[in-house]
């Protein structure tokens, strides 16, 4: 390797903005979230519903990557991504999912587990229409995950599609569309001094939410 990266060593960061007690935390996950959401925007965190997807190949080979959450209410974590990418085969094996939230400007990380479903047509539909014509058009140009000779290929594509969508509304492609999270699992970390973090899990019981700290 030319370059030395060994300084990697020294690089450390103290946290220290804030603390996360049991007694301050909401009664369900989602409402916590949406405060801790609320926070990273009202922070400026650069894309603040970017999050960490992290799925397992058949063979159990964990995978990872990011994606924007679209929406989240009682009934889960909403993305969009086509069905047929690596991400989509491989939920497509094993549905159990999770999700990852890191905050820097906050010092803060959210740690969801779950199970993921498609989203129905009709939601995936009205979010797909929602979107720029470009990234619609770009939706149905990328067989996502695919190997392809170069990117000339995509652009010819791009313009072929440009053209023949010019004068009509972009129909949903089958391969592309939401899957939504139900979460069993949340833990809300938010970092501390001396290495000694502060960590919130809400696990799921039949009738609600187990709340519980975890040492750092
Ligand atoms: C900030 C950011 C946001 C992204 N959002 C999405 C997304 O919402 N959906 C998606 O399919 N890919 C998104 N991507 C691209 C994915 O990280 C990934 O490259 C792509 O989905 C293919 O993943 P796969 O081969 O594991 O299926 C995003 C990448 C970045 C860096």
Same mark, same amino acid.
């Given at each position: ?71 989240? !209410?009682?009934? $889960?974590?909403?993305?969009? =991504? ?6 989509? +085969?491989?939920? %497509? ?80 492609? !089958?391969?592309? $569309?939401?899957?939504?999270? =139900? ?6 970390? +938010?970092?501390? %001094? ?23």
């Amino acid at each position: 390797m030319e370059k030395d990266l060994s300084y990697l060593h020294d690089i450390r960061k103290e946290y220290i903005k804030a603390n996360l007690h049991e007694e301050n935390v909401e009664k369900n996950p989602i409402d916590q979230f949406s405060n801790w959401f609320t926070d990273a925007i009202n922070a400026k965190v650069m894309e603040p519903n970017a999050m960490t997807l992290a799925t397992t190949s058949a063979n159990g080979q964990a995978n990872a990557r990011t994606v924007l959450l679209k929406d989240v !209410d009682e009934r $889960g974590f909403v993305f969009f =991504t086509n069905y047929t990418s690596t991400k989509g +085969q491989e939920i %497509a094996k094993n549905n159990k999912i999770a999700l990852l939230f890191f905050w820097p400007e906050l010092e803060r990380q959210v740690r969801i587990l779950g199970t993921a479903e498609k989203t129905s047509y009709q939601e995936s539909e009205e979010y797909f229409h929602s979107r720029p014509v470009g990234s619609q058009l770009g939706a149905i140009v990328s067989h996502q995950s695919a190997r392809i000779e170069n990117r000339s290929i995509i652009e010819e594509n791009l313009e072929r599609l440009t053209e023949e969508f010019k004068d009509t509304e972009i129909p949903l492609p !089958d391969y592309w $569309g939401g899957y939504r999270l =139900t979460p069993h699992y949340l833990e809300f970390w +938010q970092g501390g %001094a001396q290495r000694l973090h502060d960590r919130i899990v809400y696990e799921k019981t039949d009738s609600s939410w187990d709340i519980y700290r975890i040492s750092p």
